[in-house]
């Protein structure tokens, strides 16, 4: 089992749907990050999480630690927010991103 | 430059061939890692540096795979006697020393082994 989990695996939406995308992680952490990844493209930090809920835009992101569990939502989408979205934990005392696998999302128009 | 840069953007190699990508992290940023995207794959951890010492190597796949950090600042990493296996993006990240500070990704280099 991998130790970060991201759910679903594929999503596609039509423009102005609201989007959740789920991780859960099994590890400790010191932190959360939401990653964007466009094709071609490099990585861009969405949100660092630690705690509580962070809100950039019409992108809002959550992690309940108790539960090990973090979202990300994207509210009124649209066809350029079509990427794959990475959450990655700081785990170990080196602070290293342990990666989800990816939830590659597209919003037709 | 104000992100961290990575060199070169695409490297197509032989295999049994050496190579070496480098990774110039924002000014500053004591820690530094490297990270591997194989196609099809997730992204995964290769090593971390600490000024110019490497405290954590455990993702590097193997032997032929080494890395260097000088004067804090630019970093080699060096893949020897290259396999097809190794074809990926090679990721460079850097950061403020600490668990809360957000780590800034390089472009990466694409590496194709034939």
């Known amino acids: 089992k991998n130790e970060v989990e991201q759910s679903p695996q594929n999503l596609t939406a039509q423009e102005g749907e609201f989007i959740t995308i789920n991780c859960s992680y099994s590890v400790g952490i010191s932190a959360l990050h939401w990653l964007q990844q466009h094709p071609g493209g490099g990585i861009v930090s969405l949100f660092m999480?630690?705690?509580g809920k962070k809100k950039h835009g019409r992108l809002i992101a959550t992690i309940n630690i108790q539960e090990k569990h973090s979202s990300l939502h994207i509210t009124a989408s649209h066809p350029r927010d079509s990427a794959v979205y990475i959450c990655?934990?700081?785990?170990?005392?080196?602070?290293?991103?342990?990666f989800g696998t990816g939830t590659r999302l597209q919003v037709f128009p | 430059g104000a992100g961290v840069s990575q060199s070169p953007s695409n490297k197509v190699t032989e295999k049994g061939k050496d190579v070496e990508l480098r990774c110039d992290p924002i000014s500053g940023h004591t820690a530094l890692y490297w990270y591997r995207q194989s196609l099809g794959q997730g992204l995964e951890f290769l090593i971390y540096?600490?000024?110019?010492?490497?405290?954590?190597k455990s993702g590097l796949p193997s032997d032929r795979f080494s890395a260097e950090r000088t004067g804090g600042s630019v970093s080699t990493l060096t893949i020897q006697r290259t396999q097809q296996e190794d074809s990926a993006v090679y990721l460079c990240?850097?950061?403020?020393?600490?668990?809360?500070?957000?780590?800034?990704f390089g472009p990466g280099t694409r590496l194709t082994v034939l």
């Open positions: 990240a850097s950061c403020l020393r600490g668990p809360y500070n957000e780590q800034f």
């Open positions: 999480l630690s705690s």
């Open positions: 990655a934990v700081r785990s170990g005392n080196t602070d290293k991103l342990i």
């Open positions: 540096f600490q000024g110019n010492s490497a405290p954590d």
